[in-house]
């Protein structure tokens, strides 16, 4: 995480962007951060804002032919818009439980005995079985 010593763009002040993210982060209570984070969310801020803007236009061409400035209600539309192919919202507490119970369902096999890890898995799918064999078979 940058220090607030090393607050610089290259000699000068950080660019005003760059600034918001840095406060976002520290009102959150992140401190221990890579420098590229910020570079990656200014980066998402950027494409999603321009993404929105350019619906937004869209929108207030169809909306209002007779006029060329965007409104708040052109960009709140685009914003609802963006947000079903940006964003995608958890499933439902219900969902999730009914799937988790179906997962639940299915008994564990049983663990073999042997040396080694012991995984609960049939011994033939094993990843760490010996894969050649080294004496004929009798």
């Known amino acids: 995480m940058p220090s607030k010593e090393e607050d610089t763009f290259k000699g000068g002040p950080l660019p005003g962007d760059v600034q ?5 982060l520290d009102s959150a209570k992140v401190e221990d951060y890579d420098c590229r984070v910020v570079d990656q969310l200014v980066s998402f801020m950027y494409g999603y804002t321009s993404n929105v803007l350019q619906d937004a236009q ?16 052109d960009v709140a539309i685009a914003m609802k818009l963006q947000s079903h192919h940006t964003f995608v919202d958890a499933p439902p507490l219900h969902t999730v439980g009914m799937i988790a119970s179906q997962v639940n369902s299915v008994p564990l096999p049983e663990v073999v005995e042997r040396d080694g890890l012991r995984i ?5 799918d094993l990843l760490t079985n010996p894969n050649v064999q080294l004496e004929p078979k009798k």
Do not use: L, R, W, Y
């Open 120 to 124: 609960p898995v049939d011994e033939s």
């Open 58 to 73: 869209e929108i207030s061409k169809e909306m209002h032919a007779e006029t060329n400035t965007i409104g708040t209600d």
């Open 20 to 24: 918001v993210i840095c406060d976002v």
